[in-house]
């Protein structure tokens, strides 16, 4: 069921802020470096870039294929789960996601985009739906087995292990731009430990 007279403030939010903070950046990038995940200055204590690397992003390509996922998949759970949820659910995945950057890619000094919490959000949409039905079900629609869709993020992850491009952009513009694949795992990692204790979470499920 729709909750069609809830409005998705805090997806809107969100997107609208992605959208000035990368003209922002485009004009003046010290906006950028304020922002950006940096692992020189999260070691010296500037701890917002846990959460703040994950809004900023390095071209319009990078954007478009990044936001255009996130507007989705937010909304979805906005929508459906309220925004308290979702904004808890963004923190525990971005978060986690920035500290596995620390602690496994110490080779990785800058990082910015919201792809890594796109993979958490799919992760939990899929087994919240699974968890009442094992088919993924929009708007009333069966499609596919919900558990695939997360195969197949972890199969895009090894892939991405293997040879540091994502299927979506090896071939775009954005080809000289190294996947943090440390940062998706993270994030379906979490949200498979969410989903596993989402009754305490969730009061409904989705459907």
Known sequence: MWHTRRVPWLTLLLVAAMFILF?????DDSTLR?????????????????VTGHLVHFSIEHLAG???AFAALAW???LQQGSRLLGMLLLFLAIPASVMMLLLAPELHYYG???SINYG????ICLTHG??????VVAGWRLFPANLVVVGLIVHIGFQYA???????AASADAAIVVAWQTHLACTIAALMLAAAGKYLVRRPLA
Do not use: D
Request: overall charge positive; cysteine-free; aromatic content about 14%.
């Open 113 to 115: 985009g919201i792809s």
């Open 163 to 169: 040879t540091a491009r994502s299927l979506f952009s």
């Open 66 to 68: 990044n936001l255009l």
């Open 34 to 50: 304020v922002m950006w995940y940096s692992r020189t200055h999260l070691l010296t204590g500037e701890a917002w870039r846990l």
């Open 131 to 136: 968890a009442v039905k094992q088919n993924f």
């Open 121 to 124: 959000l799919l992760t939990w």
């Open 76 to 78: 979805l759970i906005e």
């Open 23 to 27: 003209g922002l950046t485009q004009y």
